[in-house]
């Protein structure tokens, strides 16, 4: 997906280390979005953020914290990782609220990572 | 806080046939967008079909068609004359309309579909 690059690609990670996932868009997006998608369950909101500076938590906020402290990039961090962080993570952004008429949202294509 | 609910994990449909897939939501808010998002194999996030909640013409996207209806609070996706290339997850998905920290896309847990030639 054009504008919106995840690193890095595929981690495996060990139970208690930790990483940070980066998202970054070249397109001067206001928001942007960490998910992550396991099977069965869809795509779960981790934290987002609605411009520079500012951060929220999503629907499983645990065990992650993000950062925004340039418009263009969007940290994802694992402070301590666990078994069950092992995901495939998504990024995505956009330039306004998600439905408003003429907004398209890009997501990346995705980070796998795997906690043993 | 707002829910979203697919309850077909998978659905097959033959080529060139019609399916339905059903998603319905929770929320207390009046005005808000609706969207089906498909997911092929290459994992690659492909927008099908927007709604606008205070739109009450159902959207249409050539073969995508969605049944809105907002009392009931259902969204369905019909796809009509199936292709081998509409094999995919597709997701159901809800934003707010208002702007701020309140602002989210939240997805539902997807419906696999199978086309068989």
């Known amino acids: 997906n054009a504008g919106v690059t995840q690193t890095p690609k595929f981690r495996v990670l060990k139970t208690g280390q930790s990483m940070t996932l980066l998202c970054a868009q070249d397109?001067?997006?206001?928001?942007m979005y960490w998910y992550r998608q396991d099977p069965g369950m869809g795509l779960r909101l981790i934290h987002y953020s609605v411009g520079e500076g500012t951060t929220a938590k999503g629907e499983v906020p645990d065990g992650y914290n993000v950062s925004r402290l340039k418009k263009q990039n969007f940290l994802l961090g694992l402070e301590s990782a666990a078994p069950s962080q092992t995901s495939v993570y998504f990024c995505a952004s956009s330039y306004s609220l998600p439905g408003s008429s003429g907004n398209t949202i890009y997501f990346g294509e995705g980070s796998w990572l795997t906690v043993v | 806080a707002q829910t979203v609910t697919q309850s077909q994990p998978e659905m097959s449909v033959q080529e060139a046939e019609t399916v339905t897939l059903s998603c319905t939501y929770d929320t207390s808010e009046s005005d808000y967008y609706l969207f089906w998002y498909k997911q092929p194999p290459s994992r690659q996030m492909i927008l099908v079909i927007r709604?606008?909640?205070?739109?009450?013409q159902n959207a249409t996207e050539n073969r995508f068609s969605v049944n809105f209806q907002k009392a009931a609070k259902s969204f369905s996706l019909k796809i009509s004359d199936s292709q081998l290339g509409d094999a995919a997850m597709y997701f159901c998905?809800?934003?707010?309309?208002?702007?701020?920290?309140?602002?989210?896309?939240?997805f539902g847990t997807g419906t696999l579909l199978a086309v068989q030639p």
């Open positions: 709604q606008e909640a205070y739109k009450q």
């Open positions: 998905a809800y934003a707010t309309a208002y702007g701020g920290a309140t602002n989210k896309l939240i």
């Open positions: 397109m001067n997006h206001e928001y």
